[in-house]
């Protein structure tokens, strides 16, 4: 059942609670705000925004693209770190702004959208991405839009509006974007298909909106993954992940094909799971969590088609990500989230129109709607808020990282020449690769020095790390740069390993030579 219209549902109020809670959104994150280089991926996106490059697989290329765009639009503000900092910051305030669009539609009820819009921006994922370059806060923004472009597709189907259609192709290019963004986006496939049909059953007739659909779709992919071969090929940006220059390389990046043993055990121990993951919601959504099922109840009765849409795109999603053993998969959730928080929108919604038939039972205004509805909405709608309000100063700690400068602190450290010499070969791990890229590559740094990692020495088939070791023992200086104990346990019975003092993890070593009995 789609609510009625009330004078509250105009544009002009689901604008203002859009820009209300994006600006929130905004205003949060740029306060936390990373001023500068990380470690791990962060780094690494900072480096190949401004450069143009591509990504870890998936390769990121609508992400690379906007952040490259960023980049000069941003530069009135910072260094490139804090531009693509920015970026997301921007990506997370957009994301708020669009949930209290989708509630909006959804509700008509301006307030509850605006409650839902703070609430998203406030939840600890959505906010600690929003703090530092991260693909998630463009993926979370491209999937609330989609969303939002679904519900409208179906309100104007169903009244006969003659551009409904337009609203279908434009979900069909975001899906394409949001495929460049990340490839999570799949999980929403089977669900999109349920919608659509069970919002046209005839569609396959419509043959040109078929067409124009999957066109549209097709040729938005095509558009944004060229920036892989092209970035690797003919206009080589200096900094590639892998081959995606080659026919075999650019499906590997795009498939992701050295992640693929990363889904573990996806049928076993679900009732754990289930537990793990109700725990998770809890510290994301504190006590509004209880009320997750009820509003999908409520979303099935009032909004059975977005129920639809959304109900297995939720189940598909926290499966997947509960099964997924792969760095920080706590990103995963950020459309659960959402989707969890539209739902409760919906049981606000109902407990509005149900506490206004108690208190104003035949109180109509001139337009139709119930006098005191507006004011019962201010009302459902803080008491929403008030548990964010509550662990608004614990979260702020939490994610806060405007104070947090260990990266550059780290970079200067170590690339200070008594640390590593002139000419060296350093032989890295990833996290602490891509501040050095980003350092070299951005900032000009020390381009003396040959930076290997793990990657590159699989692309250019320069063997273990031993090989890489001996090939230049006695030539260049080798710098160390490694976390894992064994790896360090194993090379110190061949290498002269000498541990250097800087700020941070303790992870630099120096190799000064081999053991007699280690062999070369």
């Not at 994150?29 to 143009?52: H, I, K, M, N, R």
């Not at 095509?222 to 390389?249: I, N, Q, S």
């Not at 289930?274 to 725990?279: D, F, S």
Request: proline share 6%; glycine share 10%.
């Amino acid at each position: 059942m789609v609510t009625s219209q009330r004078p509250e549902q105009t544009t002009l109020g689901t604008a203002l609670s859009a820009l209300g809670a994006g600006l929130i959104a905004l205003g949060l994150s740029v306060a936390t705000l990373l001023p500068g280089v990380a470690f791990w991926d962060t780094a690494e996106l900072q480096a190949v925004g401004p450069l143009l490059g591509t990504g870890h697989p998936t390769g990121f290329p609508t992400w690379v693209i906007l952040g490259w765009l960023a980049s000069v639009v941003f530069q009135p503000f910072g260094d490139p770190a804090f531009r693509m900092n920015l970026l997301d910051a921007v990506c997370i305030a957009v994301a708020a702004g669009l949930t209290a669009v989708l509630v909006g539609r959804l509700t008509g009820r301006p307030w509850i959208a605006f409650a839902a819009g703070v609430l998203l921006a406030t939840t600890p994922i959505a906010w600690s991405i929003g703090t530092h370059a991260d693909v998630h806060a463009l993926f979370l923004a491209l999937t609330v839009l989609l969303l939002v472009l679904l519900v409208d597709w179906e309100r104007l189907d169903r009244a006969g509006c003659p551009g409904a259609d337009r609203r279908l192709i434009g979900a069909a290019v975001v899906f394409g974007l949001a495929l460049g963004s990340h490839s999570l986006v799949l999980l929403l496939a089977p669900s999109i298909v349920l919608f659509v049909f069970a919002v046209a059953p005839g569609i396959l007739r419509r043959r040109r909106l078929v067409g124009t659909c999957l066109l549209a779709l097709a040729g938005t992919l095509a558009l944004v993954y060229l920036e892989l071969p092209l970035r690797a090929g003919p206009f080589r940006a200096t900094m590639v992940y892998g081959h995606p220059e080659t026919w075999d390389g650019f499906w590997g990046i795009v498939l992701a094909q050295q992640f693929q043993g990363s889904l573990v055990a996806p049928f076993s121990d679900l009732g754990a799971k289930a537990v793990a993951l109700a725990g998770f919601a809890s510290d994301q959504l504190g006590p509004l969590v209880w009320l997750v099922p009820f509003g999908f109840v409520a979303t099935v009765v009032r909004r059975p088609r977005y129920a639809l849409l959304t109900g297995p795109a939720l189940a598909l999603m926290c499966w997947f990500a509960a099964s997924y053993d792969n760095a920080q998969i706590d990103r995963y959730y950020l459309v659960p989230a959402v989707i969890a928080l539209t739902w409760i929108a919906v049981l606000a919604e109902v407990t509005v129109d149900r506490l206004d038939r108690t208190l104003a039972p035949g109180r109509l205004d001139r337009h139709g709607a119930r006098a005191s509805a507006p004011v019962v909405a201010v009302i459902v709608a803080g008491l929403l808020l008030v548990p964010m309000l509550a662990r608004l100063p614990s979260r702020w700690a939490a994610v806060d990282e405007s104070r947090d400068r260990t990266g550059a602190a780290w970079l200067d450290a170590v690339l200070d020449e008594n640390v590593i010499g002139q000419d060296a070969v350093v032989l890295s791990w990833w996290s602490y690769s891509t501040p050095l890229w980003y350092a070299q590559h951005i900032e000009g740094r020390r381009p003396d020095i040959r930076i290997v990692d793990d990657r590159t020495r699989l692309d250019e088939h320069l063997g273990d790390i031993p090989e890489v070791i001996d090939a230049n023992l006695g030539r260049r200086p080798i710098i160390l740069i490694q976390i894992d104990p064994a790896v360090i346990g194993s090379l110190a019975s061949r290498y002269r390993l000498t541990q250097l003092a800087v700020p941070g993890p303790q992870v630099v070593y120096r190799v000064d030579g081999a053991l007699a009995e280690g062999g070369r």
